[in-house]
Structures are given as C-alpha cells and as structure tokens.
C-alpha cells in the first residue's frame, strides 16, 4: 500500500528531529496508519509533545505506541529510533511492571498517576546493568466522546540528584555533619551549593540558591559547578578563576573570596547581575576537606553605585573644565586685549548656546538683579512664568538660604574680585532638599566690574549616590562585623542579646530584640532584648493582637513593618495604648521571619520618638533579621547536637554492657575481610581487657579471632539486618552476648556492637546444669532408701506402732543429714557435725553420757548420709538393747584418719549384760552391708558381755583434706 503524503510531508510542523522522524516514518506498518488519517485530537497532542521542553512522549490506543520529543530522545540514549511506533512496554521491559500498573491506572479511571524517583535497573548500550531514576507522570488524553484514546508522558531523569544525594549523605557522615546542619543550610539567607571535591559537583542548593537562579531544585544537584556559567559571555574566564578558587580551597584548607563578576544566568532576568563568590571548606574527621560551601552574595547595587559615582565623578570633571574656561574668560575682560577670547558682555552672550547647556548660567549686575538666564536656570529660582531679569533673588521668592549666601557672594566678589566655588544645600520649590555647586567670577568692562556671571550644577543625584554608596558599604561593613561577633557564640542567649546591642547601637534606637510566635499563633514571646535604659524591655509574653489588627495583618503576610509615628499611622489607630504601655513607642520597624509557611519570628527596632525610617535602615533590619534566625537556629541545633551527644556519652560510659562502633576496611580482592575501631566504651576495656584500640583493625588487636566474627559482621552490613548471637574469645576463655546492628548513616560501611561478658553466667548455668542432675541422682538414691526403710520397718508380723516409730526415727535421721548437705550447697559435710547431729536426740541434759572427739574430716556426700544412717541404728539400738536403755550406761565414739581411710570406733558400756541376737535386724543390716555398698568401707559389729562395740574403715582419698564449702563439679553423689 502506498502511503498519502498529502499531510505527512508538511506535518508535524517544525526543524526538531523528531518532527522530521515522524514526518519520515513509515506509519502504515503500525496501528495508528497514515498520518492522513490521525484524528485532531492526537495530532493536537503531538504539536504540544514536540513543542515542550522537558522529556514528553504519546503513549497511543491499547497497545501504547509512543511518539516523543527531542528531550525524550535524549532520555532514550540507544533505544532511538527503534522506540518510535512501538508500544511502550515492550520498549521499556525493565519498567513494565510498574508502568503497566499505572497505565492501567490512567486508562481506567481517566485519573493521572506519577511515581518520584522511581529506579529502573536497565542494560545499558555496553550489556552492563546500570541503574537510572525518573520522575514520571501519566495523563489521560481524551477523545471528542470523552473516552480515554491515549496518555501523556513525561519522563524527568533523576539519576544524577539520586547520585549526589547518595554522595553528599556519605561526605556528610565523614565530615561529622547531620540534619541539623541540612535545616541550617536550607534556611541560610545567601545562595548556597554543596559541592564535593575533586570534580567539583552540586551536591545541594538551598532556597536562597534556587529562588537566585529561578531553577528548580532538581536542575542542579550531579552537574558540575562549572555548568553554572555557561551563560556568561566570560565563561572561560570566570571558570578558570572559579577552578584556582577551589584548588586554593584544596590546598590551604580555609575560605577563598572571588572578586564581583558578571553572571547573567544567576537571577532569571534581563538585567545584568554582579556576584561577589565565597568558597569555604569542610572537612572531615581526618582534617581532609570533604565539601565545599560555594556561598554567592548579590552586590549589583554597590557595583552599580560605584559605576554611577565614578560616572558623576566625570561629569564633575568636566564641569570643572567648563567653570575653568568661565573664570578664564571672565578674567580676560580685565585687559584691553582679552587674549583671544571675545569680550563677555551680557548683551553679546550666545544666548542660543547658553539656552542650549545643562548648566544654569546667569549673571548679576552691581545691584544684584538679575541681568541674565539661560533656559535651565528658569525652574532654579522658581521663574517658569515670571519673567525674573531686573530683579533681585529676595524679589523671586527663591529659597531663602540661597538667597543669603547668594548676596554675601555677590557683595563679597563686587568688593574684590576675586571668584567664589560653593555647593549650597537647600529646599527646591517642588520640595525636598536639592544641592547644587556654584562658580561665580566678575566680569570687567574698562577694568571695572560690571557683572557677576555664575554657573551651577545640580548634584543632590551624585550626593544621593555617594550617600547610598556610603550606607551601603557602611550597611556590608557592620554585617561582617555583626557575622564575626555571633560566629563564635553558641548559644541563643549571648547572640540574641549581642546582635539586639550591635544594631541598637548602631541605628541608635530605643530597644531592639528578637522574639518567636508561639504554636497557637496570638502571642510573641521575647527572652531577652536591648535597651538604651530608658526605653523599657519587652520580655515576656505579649499578645499579638493588642498592637492592632492591620498591622498583625501584615506580619501574618510577611511583609515588614514600618512605622514612622504609632500616633499618626492609620494602621495604629485604636491600638495606641497599647503602644504607650510598650515604653511610649512611636516609631520602629519589625520583620516577620516565616519558616516551613509559618509565622514564627519577628526581630524588631523601637523608639520613643517619631523618626522617618531611610530605605536603607530597613534593609539593614531586614538583612540582620534572617542572620539571627539562621545564628539562633545555629546555636540550638548546636547546642541539642552538645546534649544529644552528651547524653549519648554519658548513657555509654554508664552502662555496664560494652560498645563499639567499627568500620569496614578496604581491603584488597581476595583479602578477608578487616574492620577499624572509631568508638569505644570504658566497659568495652572492662569485658575484654584490652584498652587504646580506637584507630586500630580488629585483626591487629585480636590476631587469633576466628572467622565467624567476621563473617557475621559482613553479612549485618550486607542485608542491613540486625543480628544477636552468644560466641567466645578462646584466647582469653570468655563467652560474650553480642548485638550487632548496621548504622544506617548513608556509608553502609559501619557497624554498632553491645556486648556484655556472660562468662560467670554461663559458669553458674553450668553449675546449676550439674546441680540438678545431682539433685535428681539424689533424689532418686533418697527415694530408694526410703522405699528400703519402709519395706524393712513394716515386714508382715512386725508390730505397727513400733514399726512406725522405727520408720520415723531413720526418717529423721536422713532428714538431720539432709538439713547438714543442705547448708553446705550439698558439696559435703563434717564428721563432727555428722554425730553431733545423729545423738542429739539421745542426749541426756542431767549428764553427758555420750562422748564423741577426733580430728577435723570432711565427707563426701554419699560418706556423710551413710554415717548418719549407720549412727542412728546404733543408737536406735543401744536405746533399746544396750547402754541407753539404762541409766548408767555411756557410750564413747573416736575416729581417726591414717592413709587416707577414716576409722571409727563405737565403744557402749555401763548397760545390761549382752548376749548374741539370734537373728540378724534390718539395723544390723543396714549397719554392716550399707556401708560396704553405699562406701566401699567395711564394719566389724561385735556383741561383747560388756557392750557393743562397732568399728568402721572407710576410705577417703583426697576427700577428707578438702576446705569446708562447695566443690563445683566434684563427683561426689
């Protein structure tokens, strides 16, 4: 099919590429078909499309083939012209997901849909992966029916801001700066950037720098400074005096000033614009500069006034020239002949030519009346009806100080001769004051003076000049000095009240001060202010309203108060008390300080009397306004980042869990992994016993540190999650609790360790571990025994009662030996205290008849509740059978220890007679087998006539040498 021409030859209109690669393409092959054929509304569309600035696609029908301009193709880099006709996703695989999404959007609802710094991972033209950020906005575009026929796209890439942003949080993590400094630097009065060394990128503009060029925030950020100056015709010039500056700032590590220069780009308009440029370095912890702060002060009005008065200044030249020619002329109508100069008469003057000059030329005669004017000189004296020749000044009505210094000049040259220069200050008849310099020289005909001739210049504009040129230097002069004096100051107070004594000094008012709004917004509170001691101080709170409703009106709106006499100004009217209570205020000026969209602040001059507020006094309270925000801001954040950090150190030195903070060194592929300490904690020397570490790597200070702390660090900075594990320092035989956590400070490069020595814990949960098992082999040995007393004590045809009691008595007896174990932590017991405790109870408190002596033993457990049990049967026995079952009768227990074996000797006597039992009893038993089973010992029972005797051998080994206390893991049971 052959394509019409009839419109894609000459549409779209226009010499940009894409005009031209739409005009050429071959539209048959896509679903849009001819151009001829495109409905108004699409065309429309496209003429708007390549008529835009900024990145601007069509995304049309249902499969989104998109048309573009030449900024988009920008964007599109290698993708064009393969891109044009075809649908966008497939385009753009990379951002399908997203843009599918927000297509769906639009198209469905017809509302728009944007997406700010949305990162795309693309390939780029190499095959690398590369990582772009956009700005993008989607629009419906309507047919004439209403329906949603295509989109409108804008694309606005962002990468470069993403990438300075991403720089200048790192270079501002080393240089120690936080959000403080960031509000500080957006708040600042002057255009500010942030560039990053060595190429010199804009890392950040604050409002100041944005509102001076009229860009928007995300032009600048990535471009190299240099960019800035491409509109200048100087640009190399002013380059390469901007590169020495930041080279020197380099170097030197201090501020470097540039002198004014022209930069027509700065302000947005036609006007020309001069800049004064301040470089300043910040610098890191290593004392390396990590930023540069490209400070551009506006000075087109001092150039302008010092280009004014050196214009003025020739004009006054040449006005010189011309009063020299007057006085030479004058002079030679002295002589008869006047050396090449025509005689000066008021007759023969050029009246043509004089009418024609600027100056005011006129000539008096002997008796002061005018006897000649030129045409400027008419509206000088007031004559622009009167006809003023033949009268005197006073007759004119002029100005009656220049008519008295006029008839003393006049006389004063009649009289001599000689000629006078003057500059006379006095009121114009349209009112004000005007200056103007005068000559006057006498004019001789036949060697007398006949005439005084005069010419006069106005120059009250070169004396407003100089006067603005005066205060404007002056005004610079005192902000320098008022910036020296609040720089060193850092708290809100001092600079408060040394900027409110600065200014009130140097306007000479009554009171100045600096006062913040308060969050509802009705009241205004001042700290602390400057009086001259007789104007009373505003501290305190006031309400906002008492002062009158125009003039919070136009605090509320941010424009400047000033009021020459609260009694006169209409703006007062009704709020004069008011005023009259704040100290008899009759004039002052106030400016309203808005940050974030609020009112919040306000500094203020006032006096006790009328005064009529010059331009430039305004603009000085102005300019001190916004520096004593900015200072007293200063000094807060400064002074939170003090306490913050006070509080941070004064929390970590307190604590008793250790800390560090660690940052991973760069180490060479192939190396394992190091990291240096920057902060530490006294408790971090306390737990680890190692001090001076700061500055130093972690392999330097632990040589032999296994690879698992090292591995975890890595992977908290890699994921960015937090881990808690428990591991040791084999060297030094301790077990650490550790929280490590990745600081999130824009390096991804540190990481914040607490750590707390849980070596004594794991000890005691160790010991309790053994403990309880002890407890439970006890336990069950106990339970055994008692299972074994009870099967003994209650045997088929033993009586109950006394089976009860028998039961009852081994049962105390185990719980004596208990009680024993018990107070001891269950590491043992002393022999002493194993008898003293077992005969207690058999004891008779009219006369010792038991007796027991021997060396100091200590028994294992197991010994000792064997020996209380052997020793209750015993005594069990001799109450019933043997020496204590009559009154006379004693018992003697000794023991020894010989080789590490413990022997006893039970020795009764004094009771009834004994014979050999018959049978052998559960006491018997338990005396003479448990023994050798629970102990390994042995027993000789013997029944002798006269008492029972029992002897034991047990061995000890080491166990009875051991000091009395617990014995963490002995084996004892």
Known sequence: MVQSTRHSSS?????????????????????????????????????ICLASPIPTAILWGEQRLQLYNDAYHTLAQYRHPAILGRPLLESWPEAAELAGAMLDR?????????????????TGPAGLPVERFFAVTFSAIHDRYGRVAGVWHTAIETTAR???????RKLMGDAGLGSDFRALFQAAPAPLLLLAPPDFLVLAANDASLRARAGSRGSLPGRPVFDLLADSPDRFVLEGQLRASLDRVLARRVPDTLPAAVRDGLAGGHDQRWWSVINSPVLDTHGEVALVIHRTEDVTELVKLRSASEAQAQLEREHQALMTRLREAGAATASDEPAGLPSVRPSSWPATLLDAVSDHVYAFDDTHRLAYVNRATRPLFGLATEEPLGKTPDELDCPPELTRRLDRHLTHIFATGASIEDEIRFTSPGGGYAYFQFVWGPVREDGRITHVIGVARDTSERRRMEERLRLGEARQSFLLQLDDRVRGLNDAAPIVATVGEMVGRHLAVGRCGYGEVTQCGHYFQVERDWTDGAMPSLAGQTRLADFGSAVLAQYRAGQTVVIDDTLEDARTRGAEQAYAEAGRTRAGIGVPLFKGGRFVAAFYVHQTRPRHWREEEVAL?????????????????????????????????????????????????????????????PAFVTHTGIGEVIGRTMREMFPDLAHFWYDTFDSVIGTGE????????????????????????????????????ITERKRHEEHQRLLLNELNHRVKNTLAAVQSMAAQSFR??????????????????????????????????????????????????RRDRLHAHGPAVWLPPRHALAFAMVLHELCTNAVKYGALSGADGEIGIEWSVRAGSLRLHWVESGGPRVAQPTRRGFGSRLIERGLRHEIGGC?????????????????????????????IGSNAA
């Open 11 to 47: 549409w779209p209109m226009g010499p940009g590429e894409m005009a031209e690669c739409i005009r050429r393409h071959d539209w048959s092959t896509t679903a849009l078909g001819p151009i001829a054929g495109w409905p108004p509304h699409l065309r429309t569309a496209i003429d």
């Open 106 to 122: 639009v198209q469905a609802s017809g509302e728009p849909s944007q997406a700010e710094d949305w990162p795309v991972r693309m």
């Open 162 to 168: 993403q990438h300075a942003e991403r720089r200048l």
């Open 621 to 681: 309270v102005g300019e001190v306004a916004e520096r004593i925000w900015a200072a007293v801001a200063r000094a807060r954040a400064e002074r939170a980042l003090r306490e913050s950090e006070r509080r941070y150190r004064a929390l970590f030195d307190a604590i008793d869990e250790g800390f560090c903070l660690i940052e991973k060194v760069d180490t060479a592929p192939g190396e394992p992994s190091d990291y240096r300490y920057l902060a530490t904690n």
């Open 722 to 757: 937090a881990f808690r594990f428990e591991h040791g320092l084999l060297d030094q035989g301790r077990v650490f609790d550790v929280y490590a956590g990745r600081l999130d400070d824009g390096t991804r490069r540190r990481v914040a360790v607490i750590f707390n020595d």
């Open 796 to 845: 088929p045809g033993t009586d109950l009662e006394d089976a009860r009691r028998q039961f009852e008595g081994r049962l105390m007896a185990l719980s004596r030996a208990h009680d024993i174990l018990t107070r001891e932590s269950w590491g043992g017991a002393a022999l002493a205290d194993i008898v003293r405790e077992s005969i207690a109870p058999y004891r008779d408190h």
């Open 939 to 967: 027993v000789e029972l013997a029944f002798a006539p006269g008492g029972v005797t029992c002897t034991i051998e047990a061995p000890l080994g080491d166990a009875g040498r051991r000091e009395r206390g617990p014995q």
